[in-house]
């Protein structure tokens, strides 16, 4: 079992930068950030693996979106910068997946309970 905790979240300005952590108890896991704004699917924002040396970034983050990770600290980050109205939601860190990349959420075993974003002038 893993247990998965967001934290982080905020109001930050258009074009501003927020960091968001995901603090993991339990065995160490490939590690996703997903995101669903109101009335939308979960969509889909980077994944790490388990030892951080793959990265996958879904294109709409790609290039404003980092993520990374500390195991000695059982936490994945995700780095937003260049924030658009467009990245407000509820983030989400998941762990486990069946396969490398999985970009459905559906392919994803673990789940925390989310943090709000919201990118508003």
């Known amino acids: 079992q893993v247990q998965l905790a967001e934290s982080g979240g905020g109001l930050v300005q258009p074009g501003g930068s927020l960091g968001l952590s995901c603090a993991a108890s339990?065995?160490?896991?490939?590690v996703a950030w997903f995101r669903q704004a109101p009335g939308k699917e979960r969509e889909y924002v980077a994944a790490?693996?388990?030892?951080?040396?793959?990265?996958h970034y879904a294109p709409p983050t790609k290039g404003r979106f980092a993520i990374s990770r500390d195991n000695a600290k059982n936490t994945v980050y995700l780095q937003m910068n260049t924030l658009k109205p467009e990245d407000t939601a509820i983030y989400y860190c998941?762990?486990?997946?069946?396969?490398?990349?999985?970009?459905?959420?559906?392919?994803?075993?673990?789940w925390g309970q989310g943090t709000q974003v919201t990118v508003s002038s």
């Open positions: 998941a762990a486990a997946p069946s396969r490398w990349p999985a970009a459905s959420a559906l392919e994803w075993r673990f």
């Open positions: 790490i693996s388990y030892n951080g040396d793959l990265k």
């Open positions: 339990g065995e160490t896991y490939d």
